[in-house]
């Protein structure tokens, strides 16, 4: 890829999820154009999502403290300043705030990469709902003055288990920081460090391409 554009490319949300967990992952992605294989892992995730939406809808928010609320599901989302884009499983709009939920499979609990993913669709929910003058349709009702989008919810499916995370000014920095990395990463074609945790390199559909992972 040419060196300029490729400090200009858009990016996904889940670039950046991965790109915490392992950069390597992303370099295979744009630099060498290997596909992620689709897992039965990742097929059962899709139908657990949509199992838990149409749950969500039944429910109230009382596991995200909240008494009223609109909940609005697969929130396509996207950011020109930040050139990135992604799939919010769910948003709860309140009279005052703009809440991104993440809904996941796993049972291992919070971890930094779902952090960050939070971070970035509330960066780009807060894009959607003030950069471009005026709300698009993701949202009814009045909308308030920018930092609209304070915190986020994980949500753990086999758990049940609901995290809050708030939405700080450096979490923000940082994921434009890891954008940029990224965008450097493709620009200069450098082939990432392994895994700093060498647990995730054995169910890594990436591992035969790694011949340097011990
Ligand atoms: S095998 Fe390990 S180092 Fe290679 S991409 Fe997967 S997680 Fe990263």
Redo the contacts with the bound molecule.
């Keep these: 890829m040419d060196k300029h554009a490729a400090l200009d490319i858009d990016l996904t949300v889940n670039d950046i999820k991965q790109y915490i967990y ?1 950069p ?2 992303v370099y ?1 992605t744009y630099c060498m154009a290997l596909v992620r294989p689709t897992t039965t892992k990742m097929q059962f995730g899709k139908q657990s999502h949509k199992r838990e939406e149409s749950l969500q809808k039944r429910r109230t928010l009382v596991k995200y403290q909240l008494i009223h609320g609109e909940r609005r599901f697969n929130l396509r989302l996207k950011s020109e300043r930040l050139g990135l884009s992604g799939m919010l499983d769910m948003a709860i709009f309140t009279r005052r705030e703009a809440i991104p939920v993440e809904f996941k499979m796993s049972t291992k609990g919070l971890s930094l990469n779902h952090k960050y993913q939070l971070t970035a669709y509330a960066m780009l929910l807060e894009d959607e709902l003030f950069a471009r003058g005026k709300p698009r349709v993701i949202c009814k009702g009045p909308l308030k003055p920018r930092r609209y989008v304070r915190r986020g919810f994980v949500h753990f499916i086999p758990t049940r288990r609901v995290y809050e995370v708030e939405i700080t000014p450096n979490m923000r920095e940082y994921v434009k920081r890891i954008l940029t990395d990224i965008r450097e990463m493709v620009a200069s074609e450098t082939m990432p460090e ?2 700093r945790q060498k647990n ?2 054995q169910d ?1 559909e ?2 035969r ?2 011949s340097d ?1 011990v």
């Design positions: 392992c390597r992952v295979f392994v895994a995730r390199c890594c990436f591992a391409f790694c992972i």
